[in-house]
């Protein structure tokens, strides 16, 4: 098959957040982010002024995020927000972008 190149897209990943809880244990929970793919030099850009500016170049969208009372949180500008205010969040964000970019499920 041919390698198509193309101009925009996104992709769909599972992110993995690891939380702390109680007995110095982490709990896992996933979800789907829906990534934009964006060339290096804009990758580097983004890179280069900071977390918050990454994550919002590339994320999307989502699918499996819900609230406390098990109802889907809708993808909005303010539920990114408040989403990416998590440093739990946003490393599992970063770490599954970059996992994205690498390869790193597809050596496992």
Request: aromatic share 8%; glycine share 8%; charged share 25%.
């Given at each position: 098959m041919a390698f198509v190149l193309k101009k925009t897209a996104s992709y769909k990943w599972e992110v993995k957040v690891e939380i702390p809880v109680d007995g110095n244990r982490f709990e896992s929970q996933t979800f789907e982010a829906v990534f934009k793919k964006i060339s290096r030099s804009a990758f580097n850009a983004l890179v280069d002024k900071g977390d918050d500016a990454l994550v919002d170049g590339?994320?999307?969208?989502?699918d499996g995020i819900n609230d406390e009372?098990?109802?889907?949180?809708?993808?909005?500008?303010?539920?990114?927000?408040?989403?990416?205010?998590?440093?739990?969040?946003?490393?599992?964000?970063?770490q599954a972008y970059a996992d994205?970019?690498?390869?790193?499920?597809?050596?496992?």
């Open positions: 590339i994320l999307e969208g989502w009372a098990g109802k889907p949180v809708v993808f909005t500008e303010q539920n990114k927000k408040e989403l990416c205010d998590d440093p739990y969040v946003m490393k599992a964000l970063i994205s970019v690498t390869g790193a499920l597809a050596k496992n």
